[in-house]
């Protein structure tokens, strides 16, 4: 009888230690399985969070002329609305576009436009934690702006490299920092506002054009999402003839 007792009360201490090493060991994070990832590799786990990012899938059609910043913007809640994209409490959709100075204006910042963050796509993924993030101020790469991750309003993934037609070209007008470009040159079709091409025979990459990123990370000459190379021109024609469709990001800005 003795025996039996000294039996289970090991087995009851050895059960409490269990319980209390469990109790001390580190918890994964809810939605840790979920699959959120980022460019560079890893999950991020946490759990999902409201859409609040997406690619337009189909782009105005007049090429880069969005009517400004104004049309681009309102463009982006369009689409949201017909993705059944919900405009997350206290946000407002903006188009990640910069302009450049001009009319007695300053240059706008595509990186100051889009809030603070965290923004998810439509399936609530991860895209980025916060503007430093989005664009690397800290470390690179840590956004999931990449064809697995950077979803079109209904959910889809936008024609990359190898896809016909290749459709990754995105219209930002920024440099790899999210920032106005300097110099003299349109980097903006006039600050999205005009569909004109150079004349013919200018050089690819000089006059009228709209700065562009890979959504892809693909081709180029690096794999920048915001600041890959210049379009041939503003017209539909010559954004589809570098490898896009006139497409926008678009962030829930908060």
Known sequence: MRKVQHVLMAAGLAATASLVAFAQAPQAPAGAAGGQGRAGGG????????ASFFVTSVGKGDGANYGGLAGA????AQMATAGA???????TWRAYLSTSAANGQPAVNARDRIGAGPWYNKNGQLIANN????HGDVERDRNSINKTFALTEKGTVVNGVGDTPNQHDILTGSDSEGRARAGTEDNTCSNYTSNQDPPQGTPRGQGPGVWLGHVDRTGGGNSSWNATHKSAGCSQPALVSTGGAGLLYCFAAN
């Open 73 to 76: 913007d309102a463009y982006c």
């Open 131 to 134: 503007v430093a993030d989005l």
């Open 85 to 91: 994209i919900p405009t997350p409490p206290g946000r």
């Open 43 to 50: 999950g991020r786990g946490g759990p999902a969070g409201p």
